[in-house]
Every structure is written in C-alpha cells, then in structure tokens.
Nanobody
Framework: QVQLVESGGGLVQAGDSLRLLCAASGRTLSPYAMGWFRQAPGKEREFVTAISPSSTFTYYADSVKGRFTISRDNAKNTVYLQMNSLKPEDTAIYSC???????????????WGQGTQVTVSS
C-alpha cells in the first residue's frame, strides 16, 4: 500500500490558478497509474484526470480539459495537478489515488489520500 498526502489547496477567485501536490511514501510511485478525483458538497466523487506510470499518457474529464494539467516526478515520488482558469464549479475536495491497473480505468484506484480543499469564489 502506498500512503498519499495532498497539499496546495486553498481559497482563490475565479480565473486564478492553483497547483496541487500529491506526495507518496511507503512505496515508489513508479509502477502506479495516478489519478486526481474531486468531490463537491452533496455530490458523488468524480474523476478529474489521470496519468500513466511513465507519464506517456494522460486522460482528462471534459470539464477540466484545457485548464488542468497532470504531471508527475517519479524521482520525487510526487504527482502534480496544475489548475488554471478556475471556476466556482471546480470547488471540491481534491484527492489523489494510485492504481496498479490502467490509468483509464477509474475503478482500479485503491490507495487514496485524505484530500485537500479547493474553493473558488465568483
């Protein structure tokens, strides 16, 4: 099992940017596909983006495509989520997760962080 800790959340205004970090410990992230998910108040958790183990492939939800960028540094055991042009509807708790399966299979993520709050005011 890999332990994940997110950071970088906060309160920003619409149009601003934030960079989230997901730091791993316990195991190297190298073999894992990594994903970011979010959950807004009163809503189910939804997929945001994912990246393959070697960063070759990425996958984005339509709602964030062109605004968010996922990246990873396996040497630092860290995954990043750069969020630009933030909107109030991006307000949610953002969690990172690890999977030994396909990065595109959202049901395969087994190890989760606690999440970091992102609030976007209008």
């Amino acid at each position: 099992q890999v332990q994940l800790v997110e950071s970088g959340g906060g309160l920003v205004q619409a149009g601003d940017s934030l960079r989230l970090l997901c730091a791993a410990s316990g195991r190297t992230l190298s073999p894992y596909a990594m994903g970011w998910f979010r959950q807004a108040p009163g809503k189910e958790r939804e997929f945001v983006t994912a990246i393959s183990p070697s960063s070759t492939f990425t996958y984005y939800a339509d709602s964030v495509k062109g605004r968010f960028t996922i990246s990873r540094d396996n040497a630092k055991n860290t995954v990043y989520l750069q969020m630009n042009s933030l909107k109030p509807e991006d307000t949610a708790i953002y969690s990172c997760a690890a999977s030994l399966g396909s990065y595109r299979y959202t049901g395969g993520y087994r190890d989760w962080g606690q999440g970091t709050q992102v609030t976007v005011s209008s």
